[in-house]
């Protein structure tokens, strides 16, 4: 019995790892997001300037740009939005249990467009650790970047490899 408590702990241990490593990744994007935010806000706070733009209009400008989502606010709040589903996109599709040789078979979502990249790849067995070094569903590998709905699922599965969206 202790070797499945320490497995079953083995397992947890690995799940907890790729979380915060999913967690990093997800904080990395948000945070360089930020940085391209923050100097597209000061680029045109500056232009703003440079056009004769007063402190008290360019409050304004700012303030309709922030309530109507446009081209400065709206672009940060989608980079926001982007980097949340691409976080929650990853964490739901990573396989609970890469330890060891499990074979996992790629899964090409139907009734979305799919990718040059992944089209080829329906029905394909590999490891975790296999399909790591390949490129996983959604990681930035493929065409479709972080909108991939492509899915990992254990070989020993029975599964229809037509999964509709």
């Not at 976080?87 to 330890?99: L, V, Y």
Request: negative net charge; charged residues 25%.
């Amino acid at each position: 019995m202790a070797n499945g408590n320490e497995n079953n702990n083995e397992t947890l241990d690995n799940i907890q790892e790729e979380d915060a490593n999913t967690a990093y990744w997800v904080a990395l994007l948000l945070a360089y997001d930020a940085r391209i935010f923050a100097e597209r806000f000061a680029q045109q706070i500056e232009f703003l300037r440079a056009s004769g733009v007063r402190e008290q209009q360019l409050a304004g400008i700012l303030m309709s740009d922030l309530v109507s989502e446009g081209r400065i606010f709206g672009e940060f709040k989608n980079a926001i939005k982007r980097g949340i589903v691409t976080g929650i996109n990853q964490a739901s599709r990573r396989p609970r249990d890469t330890r060891g040789n499990l074979v996992y078979r790629w899964i090409v979502a139907q009734g979305v467009e799919n990718c040059s990249d992944c089209i080829p790849r329906q029905g394909l067995l590999n490891t975790y650790e296999g399909w790591t070094a390949e490129g996983l569903p959604g990681t930035g590998w493929s065409i479709c970047r972080g909108w991939c709905y492509c899915q990992l699922v254990p070989e020993s599965i029975d599964i229809d490899e037509n999964i509709k969206i």
